[in-house]
Structures are given as structure tokens and as C-alpha cells.
């Protein structure tokens, strides 16, 4: 019976392995054939390894220029989310002041809103302020729609640090600020990773609000990029398939490294 179960779990497994990782090699798959090839046969194995299309997209492609602006995009919206996400969770967790439930409430009650009911208001005050068609802008947009979640997840986390730390700590005369850098942040880093990666890896694959906020061609990111290969007669499914892979494979790397400190902050209990 024991051995039944275990077959059991074994083939629910692998099914769902199939399942998740079968459209990324199918995607690798295609990224390595011409479009031509593709529609002789959308599933074949690739007959000639075209490696020359992931340089083709990389320097003719602009792709460069579109992975730099993610990566400044990302990392700067990652950044901004750690540190004001921490500070306003640690604030809601270890202080008790008047309305303190009710502003928490207004943050997190804002991830009940689909991102589509705010496109309206967003474009009208990144226009009102000079920040439409703009990194910064679309930075800022990035921070406003990830912080209520980075600061739910952290909240739950720093209210669990046991309240002798902190007493301890003004008793040796630590100010507030100080508490915060150096207690709270470095026992937080388990919870901090997790963020840092769910945001990273959101962020990165975002392109509603890029799409509408950003316009220049040299301010795109790539997830925007991709839209080079899709014409109204014809799209280029070869070109697009690389373009997919180039984007995919730093979020499957920050995955394969960071996995075990994601389900680490994501499973961590109350703090010893």
C-alpha cells in the first residue's frame, strides 16, 4: 500500500512537471529554428541548431537596449520596494498608534483592484506630472502596484520578532532607526528574499503597464521587445521565440539559485 502511494505521488508529480515545464522546452525548442521550419511542423526537434539568432536578436534586434532598461527598471522598483516595504512593515508590526489597522487596511485592500481599472488614472497623472513615456515613471508605477503585497508579506514576518529584542535594544540605547537597521532587517532577511525575488520575477514578465505608459522605442523593455517580430500581415514566430528565451532564462536562473531561500522566507515560523 505504501509503495502504491508513493507511485501515486510519484506520476502526480511528473504529470505536473510535464505540464509546468513542457511550453519552456517547447519555447527552447523553437528559439533554435527559423520560422519556416516552425511551420512545417510546430513540434519537431530542431534539424540545425540556429545559434546565431540569439546574437541576430541581441545586437539588430535592439534587445540589448531593451535588457537594460529592465534591468535598471527592476532593479531600481526592487530596491525602492525592499526598503520602503520594510520599513512601513515594520512599522505596522512593532508600533501601536492611533489608525494604525485602518492605513494598513487601505494599503492591503488595494490588491483586491485588477491592474486594468487603474490604467486610466495612471496615464492621466504620469502626463499631469511629466513622467508618461519615462523610466522613472513606469518605476514609480511598479513600486505603487507591488508595495501593498511586499508589505503584507513582511508585516506578518516582523510581527513575530519577539518584543525582549527590542527592549533590550533601548535599553542599551539604541534609537528607533537604529533597532530597525540593525535587529529588525537582518533577522527579516529570510522574508526580505522572498520579496525581492516574487517582485524581481513579476516585474520582470510585467507588460500591461509598460505597454501603455511607454511609447520610445529606446525605452522599451522586454517584454515589449517582443512585439518587434508581430506584424499586422505576418508574425515572426522563430524571432519571437528567441526573444521569449532571452527574456525567460534570467528568471529561470534567479529561480535555480534562489529557490531555497524563496521557500525558506515563504514557510518560516516564529523567529527563535
Known amino acids: 500500500m505504501h509503495r502504491l502511494q508513493r507511485a501515486v505521488v510519484l506520476f502526480a508529480l511528473c504529470v505536473f512537471t510535464a505540464f509546468a515545464a513542457g511550453p519552456f522546452f517547447w519555447v527552447a525548442t523553437m528559439s533554435l ?32 537596449t531593451y535588457f537594460q532598461n529592465s534591468l535598471l527598471v527592476v532593479v531600481s522598483a526592487v530596491i525602492i520596494l525592499t526598503l520602503v516595504g520594510a520599513m512601513a512593515a515594520h512599522c505596522f508590526a512593532r508600533y501601536r498608534f492611533k489608525l494604525n489597522r485602518f492605513f494598513y487596511f487601505i494599503i492591503f485592500s488595494t490588491i483586491i483592484f485588477p491592474p486594468q481599472i487603474t490604467i486610466i488614472a495612471l496615464f492621466q497623472i504620469l502626463v499631469q506630472y511629466g513622467l508618461f513615456n519615462s523610466l522613472i515613471g513606469l518605476t514609480l508605477v511598479y513600486v505603487a502596484f507591488q508595495l501593498p503585497i511586499t508589505v503584507y508579506i513582511l508585516e506578518s514576518f516582523f510581527a513575530r520578532i519577539p518584543g525582549d529584542l527590542f527592549e533590550a535594544a533601548r535599553i542599551d540605547g539604541y534609537s528607533e532607526m537604529a533597532i530597525f537597521w540593525r535587529i529588525s532587517l537582518p533577522i527579516a532577511l529570510p522574508a526580505l528574499s522572498t ?71 515563504m514557510t518560516a515560523g516564529a523567529v527563535k
Do not use: C
Request: proline share 4%.
Open 33 to 64: 529554428r527559423t520560422t519556416s521550419e516552425i511551420s512545417r511542423d510546430h513540434y519537431a526537434w530542431p534539424g540545425t541548431l540556429h545559434w546565431n539568432k540569439f546574437p541576430d536578436a541581441w545586437f539588430n534586434s535592439n534587445y540589448s
Open 195 to 265: 520579496t525581492i525575488i516574487l517582485n524581481t520575477i513579476l516585474l520582470w514578465n510585467e507588460f500591461l503597464y509598460a505597454v501603455v505608459l511607454i511609447t520610445d522605442e529606446d525605452k522599451r523593455t522586454l517584454p515589449l521587445g517582443i512585439q518587434r517580430f508581430m506584424g499586422d500581415q505576418m508574425e515572426d514566430i522563430g524571432m519571437i521565440s528567441t526573444g521569449l528565451m532571452i527574456a525567460i532564462i534570467p528568471v529561470v536562473l534567479i529561480y535555480a539559485f534562489f529557490s531555497e531561500k524563496l521557500i525558506q522566507g
